[in-house]
């Protein structure tokens, strides 16, 4: 690798802020990048036979078109490479496209999946990369002395590879549909003659893609964004580079655009899926036929370092969004960034906290996904409602500021913090601080009773689809993903169960009950039990909603513990406990555990009979009722006492 190359990637790389490092591998098998979203390294990797492979006679005419040496060529698509990803995130001067991953999800996943549920992740993620790699590159293309960075000669270069490893690999001598939509969208909005004639062998011009561009370029106005330019005297009408690109770089235009462009270009991904890949990271092809193995140094290796390990073992997913229980493992590409952000949980959450402010959800998630960002979001929003956090004020000893020499008369011995030596009266001079500052600081209280274990059980039968017995009228349906049978709707009390536990698994983390001395029942016709915080998250938005069967063989194991937290939650009867089975164990449990019963609505036999047990029952009839008795039974586990006004009194 010539250290020009490595010097002039490294000159522009100061013109951004995002990445860190630059790291080169010419052990590729072609040319890929990736971005290490734990280093902000981008890793970009090559052919060291590139140019010989792409390099025939339309190729030696188009370098000599774009007076590019032909030794200049390989630097020539480095550095387009690395201008590509950089006007992405924004830098060079440059707003960008998308800039983050919540714009990127907002202006281009959610219209996609409006317009086009395309099922995989990583399909959907190709598709938004093709237009926000159109917007990217018409930013990124130089229109005028002030308007632009590059000539992307290094794009149009790897457009040509592409083509090269179609012929190679697949055995066709033209791009796929999509593809070839692209690429020639791409010259329709910052292309010219050479670019045009490097590439026009592996374009089919079929019907359906001529007629695809034209609706695009005609519904969203850029087939009449034109200026008149003159050839001698004549006057003639051409396209405007500059309005075109101000108006594909304006993010108030994105949504219509990709709603637009959806329409126009989605089906060509159903008839076949592209093998080729896009310019720069987190652009491979969807299809299977042109695997290598080759992650565009995704690990963050250093220059030229083999690289030919199994790149999902590491990939920098950061901490990537469980396996759906309902079906297979669903993410997206983490190589080109934003796909890494998306696949965080964390991240998600705040795309649906956005979403819920805007009435709007994010469609392209996983069901999974999405229900369980839902109820966190709304659970840390009930929370923040009703709790002032539990600290308080706590005065420190005070803080020394600058020094002064000890007085006798004044200082104490303990107030000696080191010495000095006078150069003039040659002696040793004790010091002690000149200022005292008391330090404030607000600290949790500590936990006096914590329990051992938490074992919470809620009620999923079919009564709990109803509305609360006060409040709000029931909503829309909360998962319409999901089949008739298992949808329930915003204020059920399902809906208002499921915000209280979340609340629960909250609290009880900053409690500090480790995930694994937490286990969870969901009962109805049959019950159901799971190990972990976590884990109950998933069994808790999965309803049987049929009868109400709480199986005492189940859940006697934590009933015959010690020093347990035992919760349960439902609406109506048990229709198991005539027998009172469940009331012995129970009684037998008080004198060693905590027992909670939430009953929603009115009293039944069993709450009746458990309170006179001595289980805490404690009646809800609306919402908040139950987000603030959670509080109080959390911050109980802090040391305070569960107060006897609100015991609740039987009806």
């Known amino acids: 690798m010539s250290d020009t190359i490595r010097d002039k990637l490294n000159k522009i790389r100061l013109g951004q802020e995002f990445f860190r490092h630059i790291n080169l591998n010419s052990k590729g098998k072609r040319t890929k990048a990736a971005i290490n979203m734990k280093t902000y390294d981008l890793n970009i990797s090559y052919n060291k036979n590139w140019l010989e492979f792409i390099l025939d006679d339309d190729t030696k005419k188009y370098l000599d078109k774009k007076n590019v040496f032909e030794d200049k060529a390989l630097e020539t698509l480095l550095s387009d490479v690395l201008i590509h990803e950089i006007i992405h995130r924004g830098g060079m001067h440059e707003s960008g496209c998308p800039?983050?991953?919540?714009?990127?999800?907002?202006?281009?996943?959610?219209?996609?999946?409006?317009?086009?549920?395309?099922?995989?992740?990583?399909?959907?993620?190709?598709?938004?990369?093709?237009?926000?790699?159109?917007?990217?590159?018409?930013?990124?293309?130089?229109v005028s002395k002030t308007e632009g960075i590059t000539a992307f000669t290094g794009q149009y270069l790897f457009f040509k590879e592409q083509g090269k490893l179609a012929a190679k690999n697949n055995h066709k001598s033209k791009f796929t549909k999509m593809y070839e939509a692209h690429v020639r969208l791409n010259l329709y909005l910052h292309g010219n003659k050479p670019d045009y004639k490097l590439l026009k062998e592996y374009f089919t011009f079929d019907n359906e893609i001529n007629h695809a561009i034209k609706n695009f370029i005609e519904r969203t106005g850029i087939k009449d964004m034109r200026t008149i330019t003159y050839q001698g005297t004549k006057e003639i009408s051409v396209r405007d580079r500059t309005k075109i690109r101000s108006y594909l770089k304006n993010e108030d235009n994105w949504e219509e655009i990709t709603r637009i462009y959806t329409q126009e270009f989605s089906k060509f991904m159903e008839e076949e899926n592209p093998q080729e890949d896009l310019f720069g990271a987190g652009g491979e092809g969807t299809g299977d036929g042109d695997s290598d193995g080759d992650d565009g140094g995704a690990k963050g290796k250093g220059d030229d370092e083999d690289d030919d390990e199994d790149d999902d073992e590491d990939d920098d997913s950061g901490?990537?969004?469980?396996?759906?229980?309902?079906?297979?493992?669903?993410?997206?590409?983490?190589?080109?960034?934003?796909?890494?952000?998306?696949?965080?949980?964390?991240?998600?959450?705040?795309?649906?906290?956005?979403?819920?402010?805007?009435?709007?959800?994010?469609?392209?998630?996983t069901n999974f996904e999405y229900l369980v960002g839902f109820y966190k979001t709304l659970a840390k929003d009930k929370v923040f409602e009703i709790v002032t956090p539990l600290t308080k004020s706590?005065?420190?000893?005070?803080?020394?500021?600058?020094?002064?020499?000890?007085?006798?008369?004044?200082d104490s011995a303990k107030d000696i913090i080191g010495f000095d030596?006078?150069?003039?009266?040659?002696?040793?001079?004790?010091?002690?601080?000149?200022?005292?500052?008391?330090?404030?600081?607000?600290?949790?209280?500590?936990?006096?009773?914590k329990p051992n274990m938490l074992f919470a059980a809620i009620d999923t039968s079919e009564s709990m689809r109803l509305g609360m017995p006060k409040g709000e009228s029931l909503g829309k349906?909360?998962?319409?993903?999901?089949?008739?049978?298992?949808?329930?709707?915003?204020?059920?009390?399902?809906?208002?169960?499921?915000?209280?536990?979340?609340?629960?698994?909250?609290?009880?983390?900053?409690?500090?009950?480790?995930?694994?001395?937490?286990?969870?029942?969901?009962?109805?016709?049959?019950?159901?039990?799971?190990?972990?915080?976590?884990?109950?998250?998933?069994?808790?938005?999965?309803?049987?909603?049929?009868?109400?069967?709480?199986d005492t063989s189940k859940i006697q194991e934590w009933l015959n513990g010690r020093n347990n937290l035992i919760i349960t939650i439902s609406d109506g009867e048990l229709s198991n406990t005539n027998s009172s089975e469940l009331l012995k164990l129970q009684e037998e449990s008080l004198k060693y555990n905590t027992l909670i019963h939430i009953q929603i609505g009115k009293h039944s036999d069993y709450s009746k009979a458990a309170a006179k047990k001595g289980v805490f029952v404690k009646q809800i009839?609306?919402?908040?009722?139950?987000?603030?008795?959670?509080?109080?039974?959390?911050?109980?586990?802090y040391g305070d006492e569960i107060k006897e006004k609100e015991k609740v009194k039987l009806l």
């Open 477 to 550: 349906v909360v998962n319409s993903k999901a089949s008739e049978e298992q949808q329930w709707q915003l204020n059920s009390r399902y809906h208002v169960e499921l915000i209280a536990y979340f609340m629960m698994v909250q609290r009880f983390q900053e409690l500090g009950i480790r995930d694994s001395d937490a286990y969870f029942a969901n009962f109805s016709y049959d019950t159901i039990l799971s190990k972990g915080l976590q884990n109950s998250l998933r069994e808790a938005l999965h309803p049987q909603f049929g009868g109400t069967i709480l």
């Open 421 to 449: 030596f006078d150069q003039d009266s040659k002696s040793l001079e004790l010091l002690v601080g000149k200022y005292k500052f008391p330090i404030v600081a607000n600290v949790k209280k500590d936990v006096s009773n």
């Open 319 to 365: 901490g990537s969004s469980d396996d759906d229980p309902d079906g297979e493992k669903d993410e997206f590409n983490p190589k080109d960034g934003f796909g890494s952000e998306l696949n965080k949980k964390d991240n998600q959450e705040r795309i649906i906290a956005s979403g819920i402010k805007a009435g709007k959800e994010p469609g392209w998630m």
């Open 621 to 637: 009839r609306e919402e908040k009722e139950l987000y603030h008795f959670v509080i109080d039974v959390t911050n109980t586990l």
């Open 99 to 142: 800039q983050t991953y919540k714009k990127y999800a907002e202006k281009f996943l959610n219209v996609i999946h409006e317009e086009h549920d395309f099922k995989s992740k990583k399909k959907l993620q190709y598709f938004a990369n093709t237009i926000t790699d159109d917007i990217d590159n018409t930013i990124a293309r130089k």
């Open 394 to 410: 706590k005065v420190y000893p005070l803080i020394d500021m600058q020094q002064r020499v000890f007085e006798y008369e004044e």
